[in-house]
């Protein structure tokens, strides 16, 4: 049995659409929101979460980085999808019959020039995928949605533009989620994600990378977010390439303890060949 795997969405979906990718065989379980993936892997009702994590116009998903550390949770691997935004329509809808066009907010500030060169009217959809069902059950020439073309597929829609986004480099990073961690190498470059919490000490955030930069380890992402409502507080998120096996990785690890009061791996996964 191939299993399943869950996403955050309606069916046509961006993160459908990486769960299509990664995981070809894998029968697909949306869910509304991102708590709802988890809490599906963690009971064990799925056996992977697809969580979508950062977005290379938009930036970072909000609450899925403070999400990740208290999940119970492992990234696995991690997929990279190419965001192309479609304009649907009902059948046999001419563009310049279109008023308004659907869509979540962040897909919306990544297709802003094409929104403002046809005039339409922006209106927000909790779910990209949504927005387009919602277009098909209006049959309604004057709305339209902009989501991807699967969604277009799948409710039956006219696709009258393609490739609409700003930036045509338009990439979301996802990350695979499981109950369990797999360390194990697998193909050639590994990644390694972690949350750390520097001590309340002067220079601690300095001296705790000290190790990475000595020992050669790149550091690909570092963020910060704050802990519990607390401004004193800061845990940080950080992605690096390597394995905690390998010695240079093992030594910059070992160095960061010596400056943080919490460090938790969050995964060991190999790198997607769509990251370079």
């Not at 892997?41 to 998903?61: F, K």
């Not at 980085?65 to 696995?76: D, E, F």
């Amino acid at each position: 049995m191939a299993g399943r795997i869950a996403f955050q969405g309606e069916p046509g979906a961006y993160s459908h659409q990486a769960c299509r990718q990664a995981r070809p065989e894998m029968e697909v379980v949306p869910c509304p929101t991102f708590e709802d993936v988890v809490e599906l892997t963690r009971r064990g009702e799925v056996d992977l979460g697809m969580l979508a994590v950062e977005n290379s116009t938009y930036g970072r998903v909000a609450d899925v980085h403070t999400l990740l550390p208290n999940s119970g949770l492992h990234i696995v691997d991690e997929a990279f999808v190419r965001v192309r935004i479609a304009l649907l329509a009902v059948k046999g809808t001419r563009i310049d019959e279109i008023r308004r066009v659907r869509c979540m907010s962040i897909l919306h500030g990544q297709c802003r020039s094409f929104i403002r060169s046809h005039g339409f009217a922006a209106m927000n959809a909790h779910d990209n995928a949504a927005g387009a069902r919602q277009v098909a059950e209006l049959g309604d020439p004057a709305e339209a949605a902009l989501a991807s073309a699967l969604a277009g597929e799948i409710y039956g829609l006219d696709m009258l533009a393609d490739g609409i986004e700003d930036q045509k480099n338009n990439t979301t990073r996802f990350l695979v989620m499981s109950r369990a961690p797999d360390h194990t190498r697998r193909g050639g470059r590994m990644m390694t994600s972690f949350t750390f919490r520097v001590r309340n000490i002067p220079a601690a955030l300095y001296k705790a990378l000290g190790g990475f930069a000595t020992n050669g380890v790149n550091m690909t992402k570092l963020e910060s977010y704050m802990v519990g409502g607390s401004f004193t507080a800061t845990e940080f998120f950080a992605d690096i390439e390597g394995h905690p096996e390998d010695g240079n990785v093992a030594r910059a690890l070992d160095e960061l303890s010596f400056f943080t009061s919490h460090m938790h791996i969050l995964g060991v996964y190999p790198v997607d060949p769509s990251r370079d």
